[in-house]
C-alpha cells in the first residue's frame, strides 16, 4: 500500500533532488514515471502485477525517476533493491555518479555494492598453488588440469606480480582492478570456480575476494549489477543475490533483456572436448584411488571412444552451410540421436563412477592428513571434471529430447571446425528459441518488484514485441510511455529520394556514396549509420579523398578513441564526420554542436542468421505466422528510433536526420515506421 509516509518519503528525496542537483529541469514526465512506480510496487492497481514496464525516452530523467521512487518502497517493505543494465558504462555511471548522488538527495540511508560474477575474482588458493614450487609432487600431478602445459616465464611472472599484489593489500582480487589484466586462458586458471571452490572448508576463505565482496553484496541494501549476473545468478540458484522474493528489481536498458536470456539457455560441447574430458576424469579417479589405496576403477575411455566414433560418422555426412548443420523442427536426425543417446548412457556411467570416488576422496580427507598443497590440486582437478562432465551430460539430454508439439521447439545444430592436428571437429549445439515461460517461473512470478525502463522498450508504438519475447502479459502488468521532453518537430526527418532500393547492393552503394558527398558539411559533425560492414568500407572508399575533414571509420580506433577524437575536433571548430555500425546507434551521447546530422544508410532488418533465429523464423512459418511482421518489422522499428536518437539529447539541441531508404516510401509497412518515429518534421524528397 502506497502509506502517506511512504508520499513523503519520496515527495522529500524529490524536493532535495530538486535542489541539490546542478543544472536540475523540471520534468513532467519524470513526476509521472516516479509515481507509476510507486503505485505499481506498492499494490495500488489491483488484480495486477507488482511489474510495470516503462518507456522514458532520451532526457526524462529515469535514473533518478527509479531511485527515488524504489528506494523508500524497498526499505519499507525489507527488500533489496537489484539495478541491472546491459552494458559496463551505464553501471559505472550508476555506481560512480547516480548512487553516489541519491545517497544525497535519499530521505532513506542505504549502502549499496557492485555485484560481479565469481569468475571476476582470484582464488587466492589457485593463484597460490600455481606459482609455489611443487616439485615434490609433479609426477603426481603431471596430468593436472592447473597446467596443461609447461607456464611460461612471462605467465609465472605475472602469477607472481598477483600474488605479491594481493597478499600486500595493493590489489583485491578483481580482475577489473588490474593495469594490465592476464589473457583469458591463464586466468581462469587463477579464478574463482564455483566447482573448484570449497567455501568455508577452504584456508583462505576470510580472506578470499569473491566472499569478502559477497558479505558486501549481503549487507547492502542496493545492488548494482548487469543482466547477465542476474540471470545466470537467478537460473544457477542464486549464490550471489539475494533470493528472487525479496528483490525489487530494476531492469535498465531493458530491451537488451530478451536476447541475453536467450544466450543462458544455449548450451554446447564438442567430441574432442568429450574425448578429452573422459581420460582428464579417468586420470583424477586413478590419482583418487593411488591416494586413498583403492583398486583402480575400470576405465570407459575406450568404450566412449567407439560411440564417439559411431557419432563421428553420421556427422561428417551433414551437409554443412558456412560449417554449420541445422536440423528442422522435427528435431535431430535418427541415427544421429540414437548414436548420441548410448554416448549418454555411457557419459552418464562414467560420470556415476567419478561421483562415486569424490565422495570416497571426501570421506578419506576427513580422517586422513593431506599435504595441503596435494589436497588442493586433487580438489582442483575433481572441481574442473565435475563441471566438465556436467556440462556434457546436460548438453547431451538437451540435444536427445523430444519436441513438444505444444510449445516451441529447441534449435539443434552441427558446428564443425579443423583443429590444429587438421583433424575435424564437430559441436553440438541445443538452444531454446522461446524463454519466456522460464522468465515467467523464475522472475516474474515470483519477485517483489520489477520495473523494466528504456528510452526505446516499444516497437512500431506497441509493448507486444517486448510481452512476447520476456512472456509478459499486458492484462497482468502495467504499462507506461512517456512523452519526450525534447521538441523533435525543430528536427527535420529527411527521407532521401534514391533510384535505388537497398536490396540492389551495388547500386545502392554507389548512390550512397554520391549523396554522401553532396549532403556531408564539412564543418559539422556527422554521424553515418551503416548496417552492414561491407557497405561501410566501400563507402568510405569511394568519398574519404573528397572530404576536407577528418573522417573517423569504426575498426580503425576503438569506439571510445573514435568519440574522443570526433569530440576534440569540434571543439577546435573542424568538421568531423563518423562511420559506424549497430554500435554507433546506441549508448552515443554527443551533445550540442557535437553532433549536427545523422545519417542512415538504411532500414536494418533482422536477417535470420544465427541456427536460433533460422529455427525461429521457421517455427512461426510452420504455424501460418508472419515472422517478418511479428519480429523483422518491430525490431528494424526499435533500431529506426534507436539511430535517431543519437540526435537529440538535450533540450537546446537540434540538427537533421537523413535515411537513405526508399523502402520508406514504396513498401506498404513504411508508414508504420514513420508514424513510430518521435514528432520530427518528416520530410519526403520527390
Not at 100 to 122: C, P
Amino acid at each position: 500500500m502506497l502509506t502517506e509516509a511512504l508520499k513523503a518519503e519520496i515527495r522529500a528525496s524529490f524536493e532535495a533532488a530538486k535542489t541539490q542537483l546542478p543544472g536540475y529541469n523540471n520534468r513532467s514526465s519524470q513526476n509521472r514515471m516516479m509515481a507509476e512506480i510507486a503505485k505499481t510496487l506498492t499494490g495500488e492497481y489491483p488484480n495486477s502485477n507488482p511489474i510495470l514496464c516503462v518507456e522514458a525516452p532520451t532526457g526524462t530523467g529515469k535514473t533518478m525517476a527509479y531511485l527515488i521512487a524504489t528506494l523508500p518502497i524497498a526499505k519499507a517493505n525489507d527488500k533489496k533493491l537489484v539495478i541491472a543494465s546491459a552494458n559496463v558504462a551505464l553501471q559505472e555511471q550508476l555506481l560512480f555518479k547516480d548512487i553516489v548522488e541519491a545517497q544525497k538527495y535519499s530521505t532513506v540511508s542505504f549502502d549499496y555494492a557492485l555485484a560481479k560474477g565469481r569468475s571476476r575474482y582470484v582464488c587466492v588458493r589457485n593463484l597460490i598453488n600455481l606459482t609455489e614450487d611443487t616439485t615434490d609432487t609433479q609426477s603426481l600431478f603431471e596430468d593436472s588440469l592447473l597446467w596443461d602445459a609447461p607456464p611460461s616465464k612471462n605467465q609465472m611472472d605475472q602469477l607472481r606480480e598477483m600474488t605479491e599484489n594481493y597478499t600486500s593489500n595493493r590489489w583485491n582480487g578483481e580482475i577489473d582492478d588490474l593495469e594490465t589484466p592476464p589473457e583469458s586462458s591463464l586466468w581462469q586458471k587463477a579464478a574463482c570456480n564455483r566447482f573448484t571452490c570449497t567455501a568455508k572448508n577452504c584456508e583462505f576463505y576470510n580472506d578470499c575476494a569473491f566472499f569478502k565482496a559477497r558479505k558486501k553484496v549481503a549487507q547492502a541494501d542496493v545492488i548494482i549489477a548487469n543482466h547477465d549476473l542476474v540471470l545466470a545468478d537467478i537460473f544457477s540458484g542464486n549464490s550471489i543475490l539475494p533470493d528472487v522474493e525479496d528483490c525489487i528489481f530494476v531492469f535498465d536498458e531493458a530491451h537488451h533483456f530478451a536476447p541475453k536470456a536467450l544466450s543462458h539457455f544455449s548450451q554446447s560441447t564438442s567430441l574432442d572436448f568429450i574425448k578429452t574430458s573422459i581420460r582428464q576424469a579417468q586420470s583424477a579417479m586413478d590419482q583418487i584411488c593411488k591416494i586413498t589405496h583403492q583398486d583402480p576403477v575400470k576405465g570407459r575411455i575406450e568404450g566412449i571412444d567407439t560411440l564417439l566414433s559411431e557419432l563421428n560418422a553420421p556427422l561428417s555426412e551433414l551437409d554443412y552451410t558456412d560449417d554449420i548443420h541445422l536440423f528442422g523442427l522435427t528435431g535431430v536426425d535418427a541415427e544421429i540421436t540414437n548414436n548420441t543417446k548410448n554416448l549418454a548412457t555411457s557419459m552418464s556411467a562414467a560420470y556415476a563412477d567419478f561421483s562415486e570416488k569424490k565422495d570416497d576422496w571426501q570421506a578419506f580427507c576427513k580422517i586422513n592428513h593431506q599435504d595441503q598443497t596435494t589436497t588442493d590440486n586433487l580438489n582442483n582437478i575433481i572441481g574442473q571434471n565435475e563441471q566438465n562432465l556436467s556440462s556434457i551430460a546436460s548438453l547431451l539430454s538437451a540435444f536427445t529430447q523430444n519436441s513438444n508439439q505444444d510449445k516451441p521447439p529447441p534449435s539443434h545444430w552441427i558446428e564443425k571446425s579443423i583443429m590444429a592436428n587438421k583433424k575435424t571437429n564437430y559441436h553440438l549445439n541445443s538452444a531454446k528459441i522461446d524463454v519466456s515461460n522460464h522468465l515467467h517461473a523464475l522472475i516474474w512470478s515470483k519477485a517483489a518488484g520489477v520495473v523494466l525502463t528504456s528510452a526505446t522498450l516499444t516497437a512500431l508504438g506497441s509493448f507486444e514485441r517486448l510481452n512476447q519475447q520476456l512472456g509478459l502479459q499486458e492484462k497482468d502488468n502495467q504499462y507506461l510511455r512517456l512523452a519526450s521532453p525534447f521538441d523533435h518537430k525543430s528536427v527535420d526527418f529527411i527521407v532521401a529520394k534514391m533510384k535505388s532500393n537497398p536490396t540492389q547492393a551495388f547500386e545502392h552503394t554507389q548512390e550512397l556514396g554520391k549523396e554522401l558527398k553532396k549532403r556531408i558539411d564539412q564543418t559539422q559533425g556527422t554521424l553515418v549509420i551503416f548496417a552492414s560492414n561491407k557497405q561501410m568500407q566501400l563507402v568510405a572508399d569511394l568519398i574519404e579523398q573528397s572530404l576536407d575533414c577528418s573522417l573517423l571509420i569504426q575498426g580503425e580506433y576503438s569506439k571510445k578513441r573514435i568519440l574522443e577524437k570526433h569530440v576534440e575536433l569540434r571543439k577546435q571548430g573542424k568538421g568531423s564526420v563518423i562511420f559506424g555500425l549497430d554500435s554507433f546507434a546506441e549508448g552515443v551521447d554527443l551533445k550540442g554542436d557535437n553532433l549536427n546530422h545523422v545519417m542512415i544508410a538504411k532500414l536494418r532488418f533482422s536477417v535470420p542468421t544465427s541456427p536460433i533465429e533460422k529455427t525461429t523464423q521457421s517455427y512461426l512459418e510452420s504455424l501460418n505466422r508472419n515472422p517478418f511482421m511479428e519480429i523483422a518489422l518491430p525490431d528494424a522499428s526499435l533500431r529506426l528510433i534507436q539511430a535517431c536518437g543519437r540526435l537529440i539529447r538535450t533540450e537546446t539541441d537540434t540538427g537533421t536526420i537523413t535515411i537513405f531508404d526508399n523502402r520508406l516510401t514504396t513498401k506498404f509497412y513504411g508508414k508504420q515506421l514513420i508514424n513510430a518515429l518521435p514528432g520530427y518534421n518528416i520530410v519526403v524528397e520527390n
